[in-house]
């Protein structure tokens, strides 16, 4: 497999160097399975810029989750993960383990799609950020239930001191997604790393977490990483995006662009796949066949066997991402052979 | 006969035209008190999880049935397939009552009204072949002599896109998408007329929904189907269906032609779920929260209308007073106190 041209060429993210948060380069991350060794994320380079939210966006299987976990090396053994992950100046991937939860422990945190299983059932909610709040902020005794009291009341759970003191199981979805937030809020993050924080939750609910997760963006100053694989959420939410698709990062773009003038075929047919109004009833526009086998992937772009605009080249090597046009890298060599969006939709 | 004009009328019609009347429909579930709750003498609590649905679906149409968890829309698809027995109210198929069939007519019920699940992983039989489950369905309404059986499957595996060697496959070689294509064509051994889909591409990848969805489209206009659209995704149910029904807390609050309904909501629940529903143009983002609160649990289900604790223009009279599914002035049906239905048919004439 060929490699782009140097480690840290910031063309490979699309914007120079020193302004990124957290740069990941070539990330590749291996499971040892019994049919043998599994290549969720091959190659991966993205930066991420202070205050920004950050969509990485696909289907499953496409590696989303799998970079994600990697950045905190949240995957168990026996898998492997090679590249660099740099926070800081400091290569998370090598750090010593300890090391790397000093540095990231307290300035990213991490939320997840399920929150009844990312929380402690035995321990109340209160119980849960006290302990994020004497581990990185020092704090103890009133001033620390002071703080966790503010904590819930900014994620907006309604009696926030009494709440304190409720146990997981006592919450609803929604509740506990925001109680995860607010633990995950505690050590004053600079990065938070979401993994479908609103799959589980119905659309009204996942209306509020989302524009929470904005206010929270604004008033706070953090970061975001939202790993999704719905286009709404990614419009409304993101402001670069990022897409995969077997195990490869295919396309960024900021968002406006990622809708109105995809770069890689992929991105162009997963939007046209979904209705946008307008044709009721007509036949939609599937992407044909089911995403490949990660242990068996066709030669040259992974996406060509389901691509309506390949060609020999696509199938002959696996192309690399490069910039097309200013903020925007595409791996797909027809780039400058697909449509625009004149509407978007709804 | 082709997709019929959608109505907006939720009054009585010619029941020929009909395929499901249901009428105040109820269902619960009664819910396991805790040893500390039985030594408190406390009372046992129940899942309300259908309140008084009424509903019409006319043959040959889609009838999209959308809403949020506890909202009852799967309970009421169940209810209509005989999943699960109502504790009150009526359902119409063709005009017969679907409750009193016993017998023979109750198997040709099954026949005709073919239910397909949300998770094609757990909703065919892993240790049969794609042929064993076609072939069961096949002979156990007698479908075809068994001479004939290997011609049928062989027909429905094309009509539902599968190649014909998969009759030999078990369903875990399939891959999602083609699991519940195995599903569909379980599902029309039977050459139902009524097919009640719950969370049918939920499951799915957004890339292959289409290809599910397409094939929907194309079996209903070949067959004849009536098809009853359960889903959450408001896309999906806004695309396929003729008309669509709203529902909160168990009961149909809105109901009406799919366009009027989804350019102009007449519900304040309605307004507030589509609004909630993420846009995929990202210059139309809103700042402001759809609606506040959390939903309800269907344990303790508000009294008055189900709605009013968040609903942004709830009055006195809707905490107490339960609205109505009714036409109101304007032709639209929902149940809202904020607009007074529509005067009987004798005032109209006057």
């Given amino acids: 497999m060929s490699r782009p041209p140097a480690p840290h060429d910031p063309r490979a993210a699309g914007l120079p160097d020193g302004e990124a948060l957290l740069s990941v380069r070539h990330l590749d991350t291996t499971f040892h399975t019994p049919r043998g060794p599994l290549h969720a994320v091959r190659d991966v380079s993205f930066d991420v810029r202070p205050g920004e939210v950050l969509g990485i966006v696909g289907e499953s299987g496409s590696g989303k989750s799998v970079t994600l976990r990697s950045i905190l090396r949240l995957l168990k053994p026996p898998t492997e993960i090679t590249g660099e992950v740099r926070w800081k100046g400091l290569d998370l991937l090598t750090a010593s383990r300890r090391r790397m939860l000093e540095v990231t422990g307290a300035e990213i945190s991490v939320i997840f799609q399920e929150p009844m299983t990312a929380l402690n059932p035995v321990l109340t909610v209160g119980e849960q950020i006290l302990e994020s709040l004497r581990a990185h902020e020092g704090l103890r005794g009133a001033a620390a239930r002071d703080r966790a009291t503010e904590l819930l009341d900014l994620v907006g759970i309604p009696s926030p001191r009494e709440r304190l003191g409720a146990y997981p199981h006592e919450f609803s979805g929604g509740m506990r997604q925001r109680a995860m937030i607010a633990i995950a809020l505690a050590s004053t993050p600079q990065l938070l790393l979401a993994d479908e924080p609103t799959t589980a939750l119905d659309v009204t609910i996942q209306d509020q977490i989302l524009k929470l997760l904005l206010r929270l963006r604004e008033q706070l100053g953090m970061s975001v990483i939202l790993v999704t694989h719905d286009l709404g959420v990614v419009a409304q939410t993101c402001d670069r995006v990022a897409v995969m698709y077997a195990g490869r990062l295919v396309e960024t773009a900021p968002v406006r662009a990622v809708f109105r003038e995809p770069k890689h075929a992929y991105t162009l047919g997963l939007r046209l796949s979904l209705p946008s109004g307008g044709a009721h009833r007509q036949p939609l526009q599937p992407i044909p066949g089911a995403p490949p086998d990660l242990q068996d992937l066709p030669p040259g772009c992974p996406f060509a066997p389901r691509c309506s605009y390949v060609t020999d080249a696509c199938r002959a090597e696996e192309p690399r991402r490069q910039p097309v046009a200013p903020q925007h890298t595409s791996a797909c060599i027809h780039s400058d052979r697909l449509p625009a969006f004149e509407e978007v939709g709804s | ?350």
């Fill in chain 2, 1 to 350: 006969m082709s997709a019929r004009s959608p109505r907006t009328s939720a009054g009585s019609a010619g029941t020929d035209g009909l395929a499901f009347e249901v009428d105040g429909l109820v269902k619960t579930f009664p819910v396991e008190r805790t040893l500390f709750e039985r030594l408190r003498r406390e009372e046992a609590r129940a899942v309300h999880a259908l309140n008084g649905v009424a509903l019409r679906v006319e043959r040959g149409e889609t009838l999209g049935i959308v809403g949020e968890s506890g909202c009852g829309k799967s309970t009421l698809a169940r209810c209509l397939v005989r999943l699960h027995e109502p504790d009150t109210g009526t359902i119409r198929y063709h005009g017969i009552d679907v409750r009193s069939l016993r017998g023979d007519a109750l198997r040709q019920y099954h026949r005709k009204v073919q239910m397909i699940f949300q998770d094609p992983y757990s909703s065919l039989n892993p240790r049969m072949s794609v042929g064993q489950i076609l072939r069961e369905a096949l002979t156990v309404h007698a479908m075809r002599p068994p001479k004939a059986v290997f011609a049928r499957q062989s027909e429905l595996l094309d009509l539902v896109g599968l190649p014909v060697d998969s009759l030999e496959r078990m369903p875990h070689e399939f891959s999602g998408g083609q699991r519940q294509r195995i599903g569909i064509a379980r599902a029309l051994a039977l050459e139902p007329e009524t097919l009640v889909a719950d969370e049918l591409v939920s499951a799915l990848d957004v890339s292959v929904q289409a290809q599910v969805i397409n094939l929907l489209l194309e079996l209903q206009s070949r067959l004849h189907l009536t098809v009853l659209f359960v889903a959450h995704d408001l896309r999906l149910v806004r695309h396929i269906s003729h008309r669509v029904a709203v529902m909160y807390l168990g009961r149909v609050v809105e109901v009406g032609a799919t366009e009027a309904l989804f350019k102009d909501p007449r519900h304040p629940y309605t307004r507030a779920l589509l609004s909630a529903a993420p846009s995929l143009d990202p210059e139309r983002k809103t700042e402001s929260e759809a609606v506040k609160g959390e939903l309800p649990s269907p344990m303790r289900i508000p009294p008055g209308c189900p709605f009013h604790p968040r609903c942004p223009v709830a009055m006195e009279r809707c905490r107490s007073e339960v609205p109505a599914l009714l036409p109101r002035a304007d032709g639209r049906v929902h149940a809202c106190h904020l607009e007074e239905p529509q005067p009987t048919e004798d005032a109209r004439a006057a």
